[in-house]
């Protein structure tokens, strides 16, 4: 089979993964790149054997179906719509935009041209996210009744060129930024959420820049920064959330599920391995095997030394797959809509001191098939 041709516009920071990803697959390939700064996109170009282009000429190019959108939250819509009326289907960071109110028009843009939206993250895919589901599905914790996820941190501002957008300022924080990952790994096991409520506080209201470029700078701080809160799942299940970037440390795992059998505690959501453990009933923990599964093995050495599994643009392979099969794709549009909703749903929840009812329709996605690598998504 060709591969699927993917343009990819916005060559910062998280390009780079996602460019790796395109390296390992025989099924897709990054046809040309591009970005507002042309020496961006020339570097990656050069770095990982691709064309670097302007904007307008990837999205003039007949060959690619698929342009991945890895521009900052605030032009993610823009782009996004740029992309479709070009007739080209989208892939997009989350969130799918910085506002859920720019989610349903780009949506409805899509789908009115027969197009499709995907979005990050995909991590959910990976081998530790899906052995972990199999062993719900398969019974072995019960009925889920409740959970708890947790992420704590100082801030995350290191990851950024500029972390006062992303961290600190209006359309940032730790819930719109780091959200995603667990909302998502959440939905993956239990289906669509119905209603979510916070307390939403901003504890810490001047702080100062700690890494980049504007290490020393005494920035305001715009958004609430630390939330606890819970979300109602359809399915009846409830489950605690923290998220905050006012705290330097603590003893809380990343994601735990409470079933009437046994308990799962699941791994960091922001990658796609590890050793999730479950317990029967009151027994010890035990590790899950997830050798089963693809995407799994850590291919990444973190700045602290750890390793971690890494196969950001998996997302990608089975969009472009499904599309060549008829089939829904898994990380898809609606369900980064409905996950952006519960996010937003927090602080308005806090705000206005009521529940939110999340109103956007999604689908638990189809559980990846067991298997060694991206073959799967042929099947
Ligand atoms: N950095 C990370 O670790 C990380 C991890 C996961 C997800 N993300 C997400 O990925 C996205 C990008 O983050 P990043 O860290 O790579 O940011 P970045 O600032 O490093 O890169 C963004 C790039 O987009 C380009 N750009 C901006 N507007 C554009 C436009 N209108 N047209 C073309 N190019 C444009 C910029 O010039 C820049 O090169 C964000 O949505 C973020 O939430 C980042």
Same mark, same amino acid.
């Given at each position: ?101 720019? +989610? !349903?028009?780009? /949506?409805?843009? &899509?789908?009115?041209? #027969?197009?499709?939206? @995907? %979005? =990050? ?9 899906? +052995? !972990?589901?199999? /062993?719900?599905? &398969?019974?072995?914790? #019960?009925?889920?009744? @409740? %959970? =708890? ?231």
């Amino acid at each position: 089979m060709e591969p699927v041709k993917i343009g990819i516009i916005g060559t910062g920071n998280i390009s780079d993964w996602y460019l790796r990803g395109a390296q390992r697959s025989r099924l897709i390939e990054v046809k040309a790149i591009a970005d507002i700064r042309p020496e961006a996109a020339q570097a990656k170009a050069e770095a990982f054997g691709t064309r670097a282009v302007t904007v307008d000429e990837l999205l003039k190019d007949p060959e690619i179906e698929i342009v991945m959108n890895l521009t900052l939250p605030m032009v993610h819509a823009e782009v996004s719509h740029q992309i479709i009326d070009a007739g080209k289907h989208v892939y997009v960071e989350k969130p799918i935009t910085a506002h859920f109110s720019e +989610a !349903a028009p780009v /949506l409805k843009a &899509a789908k009115a041209k #027969g197009l499709r939206i @995907g %979005g =990050a993250p995909d991590t959910f895919l990976g081998a530790a996210h899906q +052995a !972990a589901r199999g /062993l719900v599905d &398969a019974g072995t914790i #019960g009925r889920p009744v @409740g %959970g =708890a996820v947790t992420f704590m941190t100082r801030s995350s501002a290191h990851r950024y060129a500029n972390p006062t957008f992303f961290i600190f300022k209006k359309g940032g924080g730790p819930m719109l930024d780091m959200g995603a990952y667990y909302l998502t790994q959440l939905i993956n096991i239990m289906g669509p959420i119905k209603r979510v409520t916070a307390v939403s506080t901003n504890g810490i209201p001047r702080r100062e820049v700690i890494q980049g470029p504007l290490t020393g700078e005494v920035i305001d701080v715009e958004v609430p920064t630390f939330h606890n809160g819970a979300i109602e799942f359809a399915s009846g299940a409830n489950v605690a959330i923290s998220f905050s970037w006012e705290v330097h440390r603590h003893r809380r795992s990343h994601t735990e599920i409470y079933g009437t059998e046994g308990s799962l505690s699941m791994t960091d959501p922001n990658f796609f391995g590890g050793t999730p453990q479950v317990t029967n009933a009151g027994g010890d923990w035990q590790d899950v095997d997830i050798s089963a599964y693809a995407f799994g093995t850590p291919n990444r050495v973190m700045d602290d030394g750890r390793s971690e599994a890494d196969y950001r643009m998996i997302g990608v392979v089975d969009m472009a797959m499904a599309i060549r099969q008829n089939r829904p794709h898994r990380a898809n549009g609606d369900m980064c809509m409905h996950v952006l909703e519960a996010l937003e749903g927090f602080e308005r929840s806090s705000l206005e001191g009521r529940h939110i009812t999340i109103e956007t329709p999604c689908e638990r996605p189809a559980a990846v098939p067991k298997g060694k690598d991206e073959e799967i998504f042929l099947d």
